[in-house]
């Protein structure tokens, strides 16, 4: 992966801390080459990501709501400040209410609904919306992320499930749409991680051990992974790849049903 980034520059939305998928991808970015800039929602957020970013060389972070569109407007008119022209954006923000995310699909509040899809699908049109104009005169690529709880039925995942399958439908709409202008629109789906985001989804540790012990590869997803399948789909060699969803789920959506060993 060594310098297949290089002379490229984007931005990371998402990172939580040294945990994150977002975190695992901006490193793996920038050690391929790539100048970063990041946004964060929140003081203690900010906080937390100041040490990350300029350990990557990064002085440039602020702070943004993806609900609101002064804010969005805000980050963006900032970055075309510094960077005329972006190659790509990382969008790896997901909210739902913790208390949703246990029991019964089945109880889905109105109101939690309306704010998961919002967060959690919506804001990566929006984002397309304001980065697609910094990426028309040398294309670029939008990544975000999902899970396969999006077409399959995960324990607890509920809402979430629903809204990372609005997620990848945007994503392919997106991809058609912007295509013509050379911009790429992918989402990587990881299996489970332990990430802040992850844990608190209920039976996450079930979830994570079962996959890990299934999976064809005995394995669940590393960030280094998730970072290098990134890398190579805003680097020249992902140029013809676009509208997809690409698992690093050590291969366990393939399965039909546990290992042996584990029914």
């Known amino acids: 992966m060594s310098q297949m980034l290089a002379g490229k520059r984007g931005l990371i939305m998402g990172v939580a801390n040294e945990r994150s998928i977002a975190w695992g991808i901006a490193r ?21 990501l100041e040490p990350l970013a300029a350990s990557v060389g990064s002085d440039f972070m602020v702070d943004v709501d993806v609900t609101d569109d002064a804010s969005l407007d805000t980050a963006f008119e900032g970055l075309a400040a510094r960077w005329p022209t972006i190659d790509f954006v990382v969008h790896a923000i997901a909210f739902s209410d913790k208390s949703e995310l246990t029991g019964r699909f089945l109880n889905t509040s109105r109101a939690n609904f309306k704010h ?13 919306r304001r980065a697609h104009p910094m990426m028309v005169d040398n294309g670029g ?4 992320l999902t899970y396969q709880g999006s077409n399959r039925v995960v324990p607890n995942y509920n809402v979430m499930g629903v809204a990372k399958a609005a997620l990848e439908s945007a994503t392919r709409y997106l991809a058609n749409d912007l295509g013509p202008e050379g911009i790429r629109v992918n989402a990587i789906s ?3 991680m332990k990430t802040l985001a992850g844990a608190a989804i209920g039976g996450a540790r079930k979830t994570y051990k079962h996959t890990d012990q299934n999976a064809p590869l005995r394995s669940n997803a590393t960030l ?7 890398v190579y789909l805003a680097s020249d060699a992902g140029a013809c790849t676009t509208g997809e969803i690409i698992r690093v789920d050590g291969g366990f959506h393939v399965l039909g049903m546990p290992q042996p060993d584990h029914l």
């Open 224 to 230: 280094e992974a998730v970072g290098g399948t990134a």
């Open 28 to 48: 793996s970015m920038a050690e391929a080459g790539a100048e970063l800039a990041f946004t964060y929602q929140g003081e203690a957020f900010g906080k937390r």
């Open 141 to 144: 690529t939008l990544l975000t």
């Open 116 to 128: 998961s899809m919002d967060i959690s699908a919506y804001s990566f049109i929006e984002v397309a």
């Open 190 to 192: 990881p299996g489970p």
